[in-house]
């Protein structure tokens, strides 16, 4: 396959991949029963709200009868509010953002596999059940997943951390890209260090032709770059709540909901029910609170904890959802499983394959492996891996002979 038809085979597999997912998106209702199935997308959509109609970031949680101003941060509900806060909008955004996705896919394919290859990896995207799934949905996945992608895209095109001009601004792109996702998916906060490092090491052949050692302390830059991004939020926060929140008041209690006596590895916090008493705590205390208790119940039951955390991996990369509201239906199993199985079957092909190095290989694994130990130590759901099946359609792509570069 020439570069020429490369391109054109690109366009068509990202037209029908846009396609599908505007006919899905599209399908959606935007009535309150369908927005209250899945409360996360209520939460987001009055976030929105608020920030139109009065510039701040503010909710009511119900559970609590209270105003909290930085249970969510504030990068999804940006999105919504640049959309008028319509879930319409919102979706189509969506499915222009997930196919966007399709194209850094094949981009940072492109850099070790031949023009076939990055086509097929760049069709695995396309097709991704879950991916078309969630354009449908008003919630972050989207948003993260395209994020996570052209952040990778960038660090990679870059040729590594250079000083000079183009090169430069790619790889402190990428790596702005990749802080501000946290503001997306709070529970990224290392992600930028984590893939800044991989891609340093998997462009390290390139650098050793310019010289023997890295321009860029690379650690250090994406941490300043944490830093810079998340700074304004940090202010708002003290300036608000008189403390240094530096992703969200949600984590303490997402950190219970992952750690208690009646944890199952799922979501379920059913417990606030029981603890009346929380309702007099303001957010910030609340979250130490439940964090507290988390950590309490880990040292008290240690084994019990280690068990929890293998079913909650388990769950994250389950073939098939296991949800209350989709899990029963056959047709979601079946279509997961089919596609579940083909692409954990042939990234595991791509590894035993000597077409990637080493390098690139853990380059392309390190969301993967980053969610799965995030979902250990918090809650496990098939959502949180979404976003590491781009970079591991890459590795599906390399077991293909026909990926061999030319």
């Known amino acids: 396959m020439t570069e020429r038809s490369a391109r054109l085979a690109l366009a068509v597999v990202m037209l029908l991949g846009l396609g599908v997912r505007l006919g899905w998106a599209m399908r959606q209702p935007n009535d309150e029963a369908a927005i209250e199935r899945l409360p996360d997308q209520r939460e987001y959509l009055d976030l929105g709200r608020h920030l139109i109609d009065e510039g701040n970031l503010w909710m009511v949680d119900p559970r609590f009868d209270q105003i909290v101003y930085a249970f969510r941060t504030p990068g999804y509900p940006l999105l919504i509010a640049c959309c008028d806060a319509r879930p319409t909008v919102v979706r ?37 059940p879950y991916m078309i799934f969630f354009t449908g949905l008003i919630l972050s996945e989207t948003l993260f997943t395209a994020m996570l992608c052209w952040g990778m895209a960038l660090l990679i095109l870059s040729d590594g951390p ?18 501000v996702a946290i503001l997306v998916r709070p529970g990224t ?40 991004v998340l700074f304004p939020w940090v202010a708002r926060n003290r300036w ?32 606030v029910r029981s603890m009346p008493w929380t309702k007099d705590m303001t957010e910030i205390a609340r979250s130490r609170y439940f964090s507290q208790l988390a950590d309490d119940w ?29 899990g029963g239906r056959w047709i979601y199993h ?3 499983l089919g596609y579940g199985l083909l692409l954990d079957i042939l990234a595991i092909l791509g590894l035993r394959q000597q077409i990637l190095s080493g390098s690139v290989k853990r380059f392309l694994l390190l969301p993967a492996i980053y969610f799965t ?14 976003p590491a099946e781009g970079p591991m359609a890459i590795l599906a792509a390399s077991a293909l002979r026909s990926a061999r570069r030319s």
Do not use: H
């Open 189 to 228: 906060f290392l992600l930028p260090v984590v893939i800044g490092c991989g891609a340093a090491l998997a462009n390290r052949t390139i650098l050793r032709a310019y010289r023997s050692d890295w321009p860029l302390p690379v650690a250090a830059t994406m941490l300043v770059l944490t830093g810079l």
């Open 240 to 271: 608000t709540l008189g403390s240094w929140v530096w992703t969200s008041t949600n984590d303490g209690i997402t950190r219970y909901d992952g750690f208690n006596p009646d944890a199952t590895g799922a979501s379920d916090q059913k417990f």
């Open 298 to 326: 880990i040292k008290a039951n240690p084994m019990d904890a280690i068990k929890l955390a293998g079913v909650k991996i388990s769950r994250t990369w389950s073939p098939v959802p296991l949800s209350a509201e989709y």
């Open 162 to 179: 250079w000083p000079d001009g183009n090169k430069l601004l790619g790889w402190l792109g990428g790596g702005a890209i990749l802080a």
């Open 92 to 128: 189509i955004v969506q499915c222009l953002l997930d196919t966007s996705t399709i194209l850094a896919i094949f981009l940072l394919a492109r850099r070790w596999l031949s023009p076939r290859g990055a086509v097929f990896a760049a069709a695995m995207v396309a097709v991704n």
């Open 334 to 336: 079946a279509v997961g």
């Open 373 to 386: 130990i995030a979902a250990g130590l918090s809650v496990g759901s098939l959502r949180y891996r979404i």
